[in-house]
């Protein structure tokens, strides 16, 4: 049952002036207890400080619960791992959305209507032809994405349920269209229409890789890993993109345009953006011989690399993601006659070393969502560019869930604005320019020998 209530306080002692705050403390249905801190400014004239917000709770949430300490994940209380192993993305994409796993009738229902919806409007096909062949992906599909409130801001009536659906079921179903259409940009190839007759991630593969010159065939391997991908990428609470699709919805913006503002997120190598940057990480160690030389670098806090794909906000164990991705990036590799492949082996033996070494036990680090991900989706034959673009058609549910229930609880819907603690000038007066100092900021910029004109 999820609920959450007063229950006691928590007694803040103002040292300075000896007064005390009592702050609710609110009980979730899981997970660690809240200090309801919403009056403490206009009790206290004091702001929490909690840059990155590593200890605030942003929101009340039944959509996903993670215990980092545990290494669990939930999506409506049920475990990700059995979700990977039993369900199908659009079950998953059903449950999310509306709480429950589907009846039979609603479960085809909804994949139909999911289904077809997959096409986006002919003239979309014109904003690819704006961008260079070689723009990363990820620009072009948040600036489509984008362009999908264009088409249909006026259809977008975010307090009728009815359309907030509609909106929701259409960015599902488009997300791969668009996807598979920047790829096929990218590589010179014609857009391929969606298959009705092919699941979710069937038709996604379909229209990344089939050309009209030839039948393209299925692997059920493959499709099935691709649905897995996407199951694993669905949701994951409060993290940066779901937070900045959150915030950008707060303030009744079309929920079209907050999936774009939440792809720009992901696409951070920070956060979704990882598993392509643990690629290319690999593929600069080469070899086995050189993971020391890497440890050593991510153990330096004057060097700013970071060792990719290890460590998490909220994991302090296992993130559940990554064993089951290590386990289908097996499956694929076999699946396509790949023996020992080096990125596999290296992947592993990086692992091994790094869950060794005091620096990483002691600071809880392991292998995340993005560690094993982007071998297995390279294995697939997606370009390293592709693969943020893959976590952001696992991820579209998720925004789009979230955006819903911030939506649907009215009384709680306030638009994000955060305070801050100001460190700047404090007042001071104009000064005429003939009080000012001569000497220029700009050197560097007069210095510089290419002439920047556009
Ligand atoms: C995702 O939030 C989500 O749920 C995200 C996600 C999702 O599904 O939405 O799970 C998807 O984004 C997974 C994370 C992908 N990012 C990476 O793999 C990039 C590499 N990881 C790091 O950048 C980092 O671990 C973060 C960004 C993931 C988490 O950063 P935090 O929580 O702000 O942790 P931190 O920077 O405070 O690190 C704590 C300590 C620091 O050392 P000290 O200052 O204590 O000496 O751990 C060190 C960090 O320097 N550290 C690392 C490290 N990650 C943390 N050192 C080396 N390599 C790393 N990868």
């Known amino acids: 049952m999820s609920s959450s209530s007063h229950h006691d306080t928590f007694t803040l002692t103002d040292n300075k002036t000896g007064k005390k705050h009592e702050v609710p403390v609110i009980e979730g249905s899981e997970g660690p207890r809240v200090l309801d801190m919403r009056h403490l400014h206009q009790h206290t004239g004091m702001f929490t400080y909690d840059p990155g917000y590593v200890s605030t709770a942003s929101c009340k949430s039944k959509i996903t619960f993670i215990d980092g300490d545990k290494g669990i994940l939930r999506h409506r209380g049920y475990a990700i791992d059995e979700l990977a192993e039993k369900s199908d993305f659009m079950e998953v994409c059903y449950l999310l959305l509306h709480g429950e796993l589907p009846s039979p009738p609603d479960k085809t229902e909804f994949e139909k209507y999911i289904t077809h919806r997959t096409m986006v409007h002919e003239q979309i096909n014109n904003f690819f032809h704006g961008f260079r062949r070689d723009a990363h992906p990820m620009a072009v599909m948040f600036g489509v994405v984008g362009a999908l409130s264009a088409f249909y801001h006026d259809s977008t009536d975010i307090n009728d349920p009815h359309q907030r659906m509609i909106a929701s079921y259409r960015l599902i179903a488009k997300m791969p269209t668009i996807a598979a259409m920047a790829y096929k940009y990218s590589v010179g190839q014609p857009f391929v229409y969606p298959d009705n007759d092919l699941s979710y991630a069937a038709n996604f593969l379909h229209m990344t890789f089939s050309i009209p010159a030839e ?240």
């Not at 990036?329 to 790949?338: D, K, N, P, S």
């Not at 604005?417 to 000012?436: I, V």
Request: glycine share 6%; hydrophobic share 40%; proline share 4%.
């Open 215 to 454: 039948r393209y065939t299925m692997s059920p391997v493959l499709a099935k890993a691709m649905d897995k991908f996407f199951i694993l990428h669905a949701d994951h609470e409060q993290n940066a993109s779901t937070s900045t699709v959150r915030l950008a919805g707060s303030s009744g913006a079309n929920p079209y345009a907050c999936i774009a503002a939440g792809m720009v997120s992901l696409w951070g190598p920070a956060h979704g953006g990882a598993n392509e940057a643990v690629v290319k990480m690999l593929q600069e160690i080469g070899t086995k011989k050189r993971i020391p030389e890497f440890i050593a670098k991510a153990k330096d806090r004057k060097d700013p690399f970071r060792l990719m794909g290890f460590g998490h906000r909220v994991y302090k164990n296992h993130d559940p993601r990554a064993q089951v991705l290590r386990k289908a990036a097996h499956e694929v590799l076999e699946e396509l006659g790949i023996k020992n492949d080096p990125l596999l082996e290296l992947a592993l033996e990086l692992e091994r070393i790094a869950l060794t070494d005091d620096y990483f036990v002691k600071r809880k680090l392991y292998p995340n969502v993005d560690f094993y991900s982007g071998i297995m989706i390279k294995a697939m034959g997606f370009p390293v560019s592709m693969f943020t673009a893959l976590f952001a058609i696992g991820r579209t549910v998720g925004w789009i869930a979230h955006w819903k229930e911030m939506i649907e609880d009215q009384q709680a819907l306030k638009i994000g604005r955060p305070r801050q603690l100001y460190t700047g000038k404090t007042e001071r007066e104009y000064q005429n320019m003939d009080k000012r100092s001569k000497k220029s900021i700009f050197n560097w910029l007069w210095n510089t020998k290419e002439k920047v004109n556009y």
